[in-house]
């Protein structure tokens, strides 16, 4: 090879390498100094708590996680995409797994988050609601599945309760949350800038094989630097809400159980660590605080309890409805 031709090839290997360099970096930055919102004034939530250490060899996508209303002190959670059917019950305590839940008949495509609550119809008993929205779900070809929980917890399988399929305009979903009457509401995942979706399932469409299409979402007010939002729960009473970007957690009161209207409110800004990969929030059974799981293996399980402020205020608005 001819030495000008070789000293070509060199510079623009050089330069393509740079070049690759600098798209990493400028990546990089943009993660690690993306402006974040302000933490409002008497936000109702503390600094978080790190509790445990989740090192079970089972979880290493948890992409989303709720409380037990069954069990003290019990988490489920799962991964995403790329698990076999099955969710994970962990101790809220010490992180450690508790048992590995089956689902016999059902496949994991684009698992994104999961919910505890009344089983549609049906308030005196607990289901989970597991959501397969996620964009490698085959776009917005979305399912949502359900299952008694467990009287028990241990390793074992279990029988689907019902399904739940849906269509929107909207091509990716990663917040499903469940009010105290069985209702199913999902938010969509959004390119970075723009408002996300609040949506109502409708229940009639459940047991159906025919997809349903939804229509009537409201916009919420947040935008975020990624795409997002990436997680979000609703308090076991109903009265709150919780949607977490990667870089910020945001909170509503809904006082008078009117979730359109509220969620079009501007939220409270709460406190949060940010994590490598978190996507999974869920209010603690008792509503003393909230819980956060990041993806990765060896993830940290994050809690952050109610201020006290917030306390007594939670208190007199329940003896007021009482």
């Given amino acids: 090879m001819e030495p000008r031709r070789r000293n070509v090839i060199i510079i623009v290997f050089v330069l393509s390498v740079l070049f690759i360099i600098g798209i990493f970096l400028a990546v990089f930055l943009t993660r690690e100094n993306a402006p974040h919102d302000e933490i409002s004034e008497e936000a109702p939530f503390d600094s978080p708590q790190a509790v445990a250490k989740v090192t079970s060899h089972y979880v290493t996508e948890a992409s989303g996680i709720c409380a037990s209303r069954r069990h003290a002190d019990v988490l ?14 962990i101790n809220a305590v010490n992180g450690l797994l508790l048992a590995v839940i089956s689902i016999k008949g059902i496949v994991s495509k684009d698992w994104e988050d999961i919910a505890c609550g009344p089983c549609t119809n ?3 008993d607990f289901c989970i609601y597991i959501a397969d929205t996620g964009g490698n779900a085959g776009g917005n070809a979305y399912t949502i599945f359900r299952i008694k929980e467990p009287a028990i917890v241990n390793d074992q399988t279990v029988e689907l309760d019902s399904f739940l399929k ?4 909207q091509y990716d979903c990663e917040t499903i949350m469940v ?3 069985g209702e199913v509401y999902v938010v ?23 997809r349903t299409w939804v229509t009537g979402a409201v916009s919420v007010p947040i935008t975020s630097q990624r795409l997002g939002p990436v997680g979000g729960d609703m308090s076991p009473d109903g009265r709150e809400i919780l949607l977490k970007t990667y870089e910020s957690m945001y909170y509503w009161n809904i006082a008078d159980d009117n979730y359109y209207e509220g969620i079009q409110k501007p939220p409270k800004v709460l ?11 869920g209010f603690a059974l008792d509503g003393s605080g909230y819980y956060t799981l990041s993806e990765g293996t060896n993830a940290t399980l994050y809690f952050y309890k109610r201020a ?15």
Avoid at 189 to 202: D, E, I, R, T
Avoid at 308 to 318: G, Q
């Fill in 166 to 169: 849906f269509s929107w305009w």
């Fill in 271 to 281: 406190p949060y660590r940010e994590e490598p990969l978190g996507e999974a929030v």
């Fill in 122 to 124: 049906n308030y005196t």
């Fill in 76 to 89: 489920y959670t799962h991964n995403d995409s790329g698990d076999k059917a099955r969710i994970y019950a």
């Fill in 308 to 322: 006290e402020s917030s306390v007594s205020d939670v208190i007199d608005k329940k003896e007021e409805t009482s």
């Fill in 188 to 210: 969509s995942k959004v390119c970075a800038g723009s408002h996300a979706l609040f949506q109502l399932v409708p229940s009639s469409a459940w047991g159906l094989e025919n």
């Fill in 179 to 181: 009010d105290p009457t």
